[in-house]
């Protein structure tokens, strides 16, 4: 049987998504203490670096039963190719085509982050590194953040429905952020997908056009929209898109017409930090929460004004990491049986 796996929330009905985060809730609360994972294991990945993704995957499998091993292609596992074809007489030793199979042989789950080479977006957006371990694998794949964050996606769907209820027809305003150096746009392309899974009414605010998202998530964001009952509209207005937020999810990325070419980008990102979220923007709101995937950079990306606010729900959604990630492994194993 094909494993199934959780690349990307488009890939999972808003019920099965809903269902996931009804499994977290149960884990948050405590009222589940089974472990789903006893006697299996988890192989993590880390292309790049992390800090929440690797300690609530961890403690999420040891506290169901299972164990994870903690794998860094090009530390202390071999740097990896993920091209078929490609003459392997450079950096790596070990082919992915390889590793997926070897690693099915041991582990029953398989996690993988790595992030685009912020060289070539068209090729970037591929995501082959992830889609060549979902190939190959033979065990359930779980994206631990790559062009996309679906686990980050669910801690923050977790996190509105604990603090607004009902999502649907709800303003939320996904807004770029200033920061020194381009990011990734990952956790914006999945808060843009999850937002409009569940049915609000999105915002998208950035200082100008060349800001706007890959369009694969834009017309993906606009279908969900219209299937959901929400609806997704883009701003440049700070003010407009502001007023009568319910949430505001704040997050830095680079432009991609200039993706690789970031010193031509650097002017007009400078010119642009008056994006930062401080409290005048979140008086705005409709007494709105504030929530970010972490890290920020304070009084950068947000005044300490704002971290600190009681309407921060920052550390609540770091905090929902583990729970859905349990969620998550936990299905997948149910599934794979």
Not at 105 to 123: G, M, N, S, T
Request: with cysteine; hydrophobic share 40%; glycine share 6%.
């Amino acid at each position: 049987m094909t494993p199934r796996h959780f690349l990307t929330t488009e890939d999972w009905s808003r019920q099965e998504l809903q269902a996931l985060l009804d499994r977290a809730r149960a884990f948050k609360q405590g009222a589940d203490s089974s472990r789903p994972m006893q006697g299996k294991s988890i192989a993590l990945l880390f292309f790049n670096p992390s800090l929440r993704t690797r300690t609530s995957f961890e403690l999420g499998a040891f506290q169901m039963g299972g164990h994870a091993v903690v794998l860094q292609p090009g530390k202390d596992a071999w740097p990896m190719e993920f091209e078929l074809g490609t003459v392997m007489d450079g950096e790596p030793e070990e082919h992915v085509k390889e590793a997926a199979q070897v690693l099915s042989r041991y582990c029953d789950l398989i996690a993988v982050r790595a992030f685009p080479k912020f060289q070539d977006w068209e090729q970037d957006r591929q995501d082959k590194m992830l889609a060549a371990f979902a190939r190959y694998a033979t065990v359930p794949v779980i994206n631990m953040e790559t062009i996309i964050h679906p686990c980050q996606e669910l801690a923050l769907m977790m996190n509105l429905q604990d603090r607004l209820g009902q999502p649907d027809k709800q303003k939320f305003v996904l807004t770029w952020t200033w920061h020194p150096r381009p990011l990734n746009t990952a956790v914006a392309n999945s808060a843009l997908l999850i937002a409009t899974k569940f049915g609000m009414d999105v915002t998208l605010l950035c200082p100008s056009p060349e800001y706007v998202l890959d369009q694969r998530f834009m017309q993906a964001g606009q279908a969900n929209a219209e299937r959901h009952g929400g609806s997704l509209r883009v701003s440049h207005d700070i003010e407009e898109a502001y007023k009568d937020a319910r949430f505001v999810y704040a997050k830095s990325w680079g432009a991609l017409p200039y993706f690789g070419r970031w010193d031509e980008e650097l002017p007009m990102r400078q010119a642009s930090r008056h994006f930062m979220v401080d409290g005048p923007k979140m008086a705005l709101t409709d007494d709105g929460l504030f929530s970010h995937c972490l890290p920020l950079r304070r009084n950068v990306k947000a005044t300490d004004e704002v971290m600190d606010a009681d309407y921060c729900v920052a550390i609540d959604e770091a905090e929902n990491r583990l729970h859905v990630q349990k969620a998550v492994m936990a299905t997948l194993l149910e599934n794979s049986n």
